[in-house]
């Protein structure tokens, strides 16, 4: 802002500037929202980047692109927790996190920020001792960590780096990460190459089954050709965990602890296409 009272200062950089400086037809309270003071001090970056003789229009597409990301992050934290990232999870045990009904670029941001944040937290004692275990799982992983050559997103390409460095370092310090997809194909080689011990279920694809005979040095062909008819409730588990790799079967849950997670029921008397049954109307 320039100033016609030489008393007055002939730039304001920054928001802090506004206290003190002379310019009494102006006021200012800094916004105590942690996000809409994040957006005002971004566009003040961009206001000095086009005083500096940066092109504008390059530069203004990160107000519109800020403004979304911080609409869909109030959709989902309460910014105004204070603390370290156990007071963001309120000190609990287990902690799930819902993104299905977000956007794709949250999908991506939120775990990557969340994983970088616990790994960069990790707790040590006095003697440089991990102090505590942190497990990250991510269910139907190859949303997130699956990985195109030809696909230049960089937003992606950060959730990539983030989780390889966790895979690649975490257990040094404490943090281990636990990856669920129906699509192992789709995920990125570097994290499947860094993953000890498998939880096989069936699969049919090509693909995904040459991507774990690549995957799982120590899965003999009598078990691998297994996969394919492996039932509800089966798999097989291989790893450096076991001595060999192992059947197993677990018993279905009691529906009252279930997850909704069962297949729509299509056929029979309480099958989906039941009221389409010609012969009962007949």
Do not use: W
């Amino acid at each position: 802002m320039g100033g016609t009272n030489n008393a007055r200062p002939s730039y304001i950089s920054d928001t802090e500037s506004f206290s003190s400086a002379n310019c009494p037809e102006l006021s200012f309270v800094e916004p105590d929202d942690e996000l809409d003071s994040f957006l005002l001090n971004l566009i003040f970056e961009i206001s000095k980047s086009s005083e500096s003789g940066t092109n504008y229009d390059y530069v203004q597409p990160l107000i519109s692109r800020a403004i979304h990301l911080v609409s869909d992050l109030r959709k989902i934290f309460d910014i105004k927790i204070e603390g370290t990232i156990n007071d963001l999870f309120e000190n609990k045990n287990l902690v799930i996190i819902q993104l299905a009904k977000v956007n794709s670029g949250t999908r991506e941001i939120i775990p990557s920020l969340l994983t970088q944040l616990i790994f960069e937290h990790a707790s040590f004692d006095k003697d440089g001792k991990v102090e505590s275990i942190t497990s990250i799982v991510i269910d139907e992983a190859h949303n997130i960590l699956g990985y195109d050559p030809d696909k230049n997103d960089l937003i992606h390409d950060n959730t990539l780096r983030v989780f390889e460095k966790v895979i690649k370092e975490g257990r040094k310090y404490g943090v281990y990460l636990y990856v669920a997809s129906q699509r192992p194909s789709d995920i990125s080689d570097t994290i499947t190459s860094q993953i000890h011990n498998y939880f096989i279920h069936k699969l049919v694809n090509p693909r995904d089954l040459e991507k774990i005979r690549k995957s799982v040095s120590f899965l003999g062909e009598s078990n691998f050709s297994m996969i394919t008819a492996l039932g509800q409730g089966e798999c097989i588990i291989s790893g450096p965990s076991l001595m060999m790799p192992q059947f197993v079967s677990i018993d279905e849950l009691q529906s009252e602890n279930k997850p909704q997670s069962d297949d729509v029921k299509l056929f029979g008397s309480d099958g989906i296409f039941a009221k389409y049954d010609t012969k009962k109307e007949m």
